[in-house]
Nanobody
Framework: QVQVLESGGGLVQAGGSLRLSCAAS????????MDWYRQAPGKQRELVAT???????NYADFVKNRFIISGDSAKRMVFLQMNSLQFEDTAVYYC?????????WGQGTQVTVSS
């Protein structure tokens, strides 16, 4: 059984920073990519950033130059450094692992930015 667990969420003032972490455990598998998504109340889940096994990164326009995704697919860990946080960044942030066995999601971690 595969488990994906996020951590690092919390309450922060606008302009502040948070660092999210995500780790996968369980049956051995090959990770092809790791992504961060978010879902704000009343809105659909949206892609924030992606990291492929070869280190290629991509970002949604609304987080470019503010968020940085990093990680190690061999260790099945991914991070999201979030800087210059805005009220609009308030959401539940989810980690997604793309593997040869399929796609696995974490339960999410709440990020709340106070204005």
């Amino acid at each position: 059984q595969v488990q994906v667990l996020e951590s690092g969420g919390g309450l922060v003032q606008a302009g502040g920073s948070l660092r999210l972490s995500c780790a996968a455990s369980g049956r051995l598998f090959s990770v092809n990519g790791m992504d961060w998504y978010r879902q704000a109340p009343g809105k659909q889940r949206e892609l924030v950033a992606t990291l492929t096994r070869d280190g290629t990164t991509n970002y949604a326009d609304f987080v470019k130059n503010r968020f940085i995704i990093s990680g190690d697919s061999a260790k099945r860990m991914v991070f999201l450094q979030m800087n210059s946080l805005q009220f609009e960044d308030t959401a539940v942030y989810y980690c997604k692992m793309r593997t040869l066995l399929g796609i696995f999601w974490g339960q999410g971690t709440q990020v709340t930015v106070s204005s």
